[in-house]
Structure formats: C-alpha cells, structure tokens
C-alpha cells in the first residue's frame, strides 16, 4: 500500500474525535430543547449547560443561535426534498389521461410539505421566518432548499406544457414561484390569524387550485371500449 494512501485510512484523530462528540451534544441539546420549548423559547446558555459545555465553547461551534435550526431542521428538510423529489419521479412514471396527471402531482409535492410542516408547527415556521435574514448561513441553505423545490414545480409544469395540457401562455416557473409562495405565506400567516395548524393542508389546497386549474386547456377523460 502506497503511503498517501496508508495516511488516507488513518483513523481521526483524537481531537476531531473530540470535536464530533461535542457537536454531537450540542446537536441533541438542541433536539431535547427545540421539542420541549420551541426554537424562540430556549436560549444558548441552557443549550450549553444540557450539552455540557460553556457557552464560549458553544459559539466555536455555531455563529449564532440561528444555526441551531440548520443542525436541528436543515438536514431534515433536505432528506424531505430529496423524498420529495424521489416521489414525484415514481408519479412520473403513471399513466395519465390529461391535465389532472400534472396538476395532481403538484398537489401532491405540497400535501408532502404540508406533513412535514405538520411533524413540527413552531419550529418549521421559526426555521422559515429566521431565514429571512439576509447573509445568514441559514438563509443560504433555505434558499438552496426551495430552488430544489421550485425547479420541481416547475418541471412537472413543463411537462404539462409540452403536452399540450397546460397552457404555455405563462411561464412555468412563475407559476411554481407562486405555489411556493402560498404554501409560505400560509405558514407564516397562521399564527397571526389564528388558524389551527391542521387547517394548513386545506388552505394552501384550495390557493394552489385557483392558481392551477386555470392553467387546464385540455383534459382527457377515460374512455372504454363498447362492443
């Protein structure tokens, strides 16, 4: 075995070791926390003391307390998308008889959202609002997570477009920009009008539909053979 390759399998070291365990505390601290009090309850000192570390040696770790909800609700979100997307490409593969095949699958991407957000109400809307904050490392990663989500959207657009299903009159992913706003704005909306978390799926449902079905130019309905 070659030495460059010898150094390759050398086990990490000591103090790497020591590091991922640290973070790894502070990780579950913030699990522990985040589902007992909610992301804008708990502070950095208490997450410190669960994970046993000073609250110096915290910030080493994080710049700030936003990213808590990329180490708690980020890789979550991303194993979600990737779901997401892993579905839509088994509805692909369906038979279809016209417009509803595209529209459906829409409806289907934001019935998934809507079970995410469903898992955890307060912390996914905190993860929402908090990456709004412009330059943070958090914005960043949310703003990778719902261009995944509008490429998606807008790709089964497409297709409905070059089917000759949907109309081509409007841009593709103008439209799906517009269903993520919806499904963002009813998050967000909620607390301030008040609105039980459970009716989220209906909500975002009936705005998606006045924003797709006008976009039906051509359905076909089943046909079966008579003798």
Known sequence: MDRTKSQSLKPTG???RSRQATLKRIRTAAIELMAERGYDQMTTREIAERAEVGEATLFRYLNSKHDLLLLVIGDTM?????ALVEADARDA???YQGASHF???IYAVYGARTEFYLQDPENVTSYLQNALVA????GAQNAAQGDRVLDLVADIIR????SGFLSNRVD???VAQNCQ???VHEILRRSGRDFAHETLGERVHTRLQAQLVPLVIREVEATTDCD
């Not at 991303?78 to 990737?82: F, G």
């Not at 330059?135 to 958090?138: A, M, R, T, V």
């Open 14 to 16: 000591l103090r790497e």
């Open 135 to 138: 330059g943070s490392q958090l």
């Open 159 to 162: 297709q409905g477009q070059l």
């Open 103 to 105: 529209v459906n699958r």
């Open 181 to 183: 706003g919806i499904y």
């Open 172 to 174: 593709a992913h103008v």
């Open 78 to 82: 991303d194993r979600h998308i990737d």
């Open 93 to 95: 593969q369906t038979n």
